[in-house]
């Protein structure tokens, strides 16, 4: 998985409670994505990442927020899980020579009782 | 009107048939296009991308694109039971931020 890791793998909380996942990379690659994949949407862009402390919003941020203090980890935190963020979560990662294209890491499959 | 469709099958043909996988999009200005096959409960790897019009062969796989009729295709050759998994279609649209927007899959069984 172009050594890019997630942790937690697996994730049951309950709603409302406040959830972190992380993407690490060993690739120093510049930029790094967080998208959602849901039955019937594909992947959707949640928001993204261009540089350290330099992120934008994607296509289905409400409800997300992120951060990144060092190159090679990017994190995605629910701030107030509910029962429509449950999903896998994919973070991806690409290089400034080759933008076009993004590697995904193993996911992380959360469930929001 | 989501920018990507991907009919979202499934798909199952037979050991060393031709799979064919088709995308249309609504956006003009898509310049770069992708495939992404999906092992289940894996992460998506990038199989093949083209930019702009025409074909792109890489062993099995042909990747065609045609942007008079917004229209991408994927053929994998001889199909192996290995190909089974999900098959995605993304395209970025600007080469400001290299967002991709993807299609919703097909998955595809080749049955042995």
């Known amino acids: 998985d172009a050594g890019i890791t997630q942790s937690p793998r697996h994730k049951v909380t309950e709603t409302g409670t406040p959830v972190t996942l992380r993407c690490h990379q060993t690739?120093?690659?510049?930029?790094m994505y967080w998208y959602r994949q849901d039955p019937g949407h594909g992947l959707r862009l949640i928001h993204y990442?261009?540089?350290?402390?330099?992120?934008d919003k994607g296509e289905v941020s409400d409800g997300y927020s992120v951060s990144r203090s060092k190159t090679e980890d990017f994190l995605l935190t629910l701030e107030s899980a509910t029962s429509s963020q449950t999903s896998v979560y994919f973070c991806?990662?690409?290089?400034?020579?080759?933008?076009?294209?993004?590697?995904f890491g193993p996911g992380t499959r959360l469930t929001v009782t | 009107q989501k920018e990507v469709e991907q009919d979202p099958g499934p798909l199952s043909v037979p050991e060393g048939a031709i799979v064919s996988l088709n995308c249309t999009y609504s956006?003009?200005?898509?310049?770069?296009f992708m495939w992404y096959r999906q092992y289940s409960r894996k992460g998506p790897e990038l199989l093949m991308y083209?930019?702009?019009?025409g074909n792109k062969e890489d062993g099995r796989f042909t990747a065609q694109v045609d942007k008079s009729s917004k229209y991408i295709s994927l053929f994998i050759r001889d199909s192996q039971p290995s190909d089974s998994a999900t098959y995605l279609c993304?395209?970025?649209?600007?080469?400001?931020?290299?967002?991709?927007?993807f299609g919703a899959g097909t998955t595809v069984t080749v049955r042995a």
């Open positions: 991806a990662i690409s290089s400034t020579a080759r933008r076009y294209e993004q590697y």
């Open positions: 690739e120093n690659h510049r930029y």
């Open positions: 990442s261009y540089g350290v402390k330099d992120t």
């Open positions: 956006n003009s200005a898509f310049q770069y």
């Open positions: 083209t930019y702009s019009s």
């Open positions: 993304a395209m970025i649209l600007s080469s400001n931020d290299y967002k991709l927007s």
